[in-house]
């Protein structure tokens, strides 16, 4: 006659038959992690700040670690730095350069001892500054023994430079790289043209940009329809598989090294 095992007999036996499938799947080959993607990076200069105090705070309402470059020769200047200090932002003086105008403006004809007393000047009127991007420009960063003299300067103040590259015969990086002085170039301007489609089609540019080459800088202007796009674009940075990292954090990121678009091989042209 056969026998079958009784209830309590088979419990012993199917927790043995478990503990072997579980020792069996230990041994099989544990499956490879799914490779992540590299990550990208952004960081955000806005310009032009100084001039309208309710409109630049509403810069400083922007989330995450917007930078805020202050012109000297605006009413609010000093107000506005401060303010920017309070708020936790790094401040940066936007340094007016030829064909920019005013008591302040760098043009190609004047002596290193008026650059000297202007570049000092407009530190006096921006306090809290971190380091210094052009105002304009094109005329004055193609001169190579000024953008020298300040690179140095620079270096002397423990500042650090952001090339506004707003021409193609710019030298200022170029200058800052040789003497190891911490700077960055911007790659994408976000509004060039003031509506709101043609700024969200340059934040995707600079997104695609920073996923390309590992990171990207931006620059925008405290325009009614620029803020717009980033109240409600910004916040989606994540979801894109973007950090968006402050300017000190990109000049560390990128160890002064030039990105494609500004030289080859890591040197600025």
Not at 22 to 50: F, M, N, R, T, V
Not at 191 to 203: G, N, V
């Amino acid at each position: 006659m056969l026998h079958f095992p009784s209830t309590h007999s088979r419990q012993p036996l199917s927790r043995l038959l478990g503990g072997l499938l579980l020792a069996l799947l230990c041994c099989l080959p544990a499956q490879a992690a799914a490779p992540q993607a590299p990550k990208a990076y952004l960081s955000l200069i806005i310009d032009d700040l100084g001039q309208n105090l309710p409109r630049d705070r509403r810069v400083l309402g922007l989330p995450g670690p917007v930078t805020t470059a202050i012109m000297p020769d605006t009413p609010h200047a000093a107000e506005f730095a401060r303010q920017a200090h309070r708020a936790g932002k790094i401040v940066i003086l936007h340094m007016p350069m030829d064909p920019a105008t005013g008591p302040f403006a760098w043009h190609p004809e004047l002596p290193q001892e008026e650059l000297q007393k202007r570049l000092e000047a407009a530190f006096q009127a921006v306090p809290y500054t971190s380091g210094i991007n052009n105002h304009m420009g094109s005329r004055m960063t193609s001169q190579r023994p000024a953008m020298a003299w300040l690179m140095g300067e620079l270096q002397r103040r423990n500042k650090f430079f952001v090339d506004s590259r707003t021409s193609a015969q710019t030298v200022a990086a170029a200058e800052a790289q040789k003497i190891g002085l911490a700077s960055v170039s911007r790659d994408v301007f976000l509004d060039d043209e003031r509506t709101e489609p043609a700024i969200a089609q340059q934040l995707q540019t600079a997104i695609k940009l920073a996923h390309k080459q590992g990171s990207a800088v931006m620059i925008g202007h405290p325009y009614p329809q620029t803020l717009a796009v980033l109240e409600r674009e910004l916040p989606k940075l994540k979801a894109q598989g973007i950090e968006w990292i402050d300017i000190k954090s990109m000049i560390s990121l990128r160890s002064n090294q030039a990105m494609s678009g500004h030289g080859k091989d890591g040197v600025y042209r």
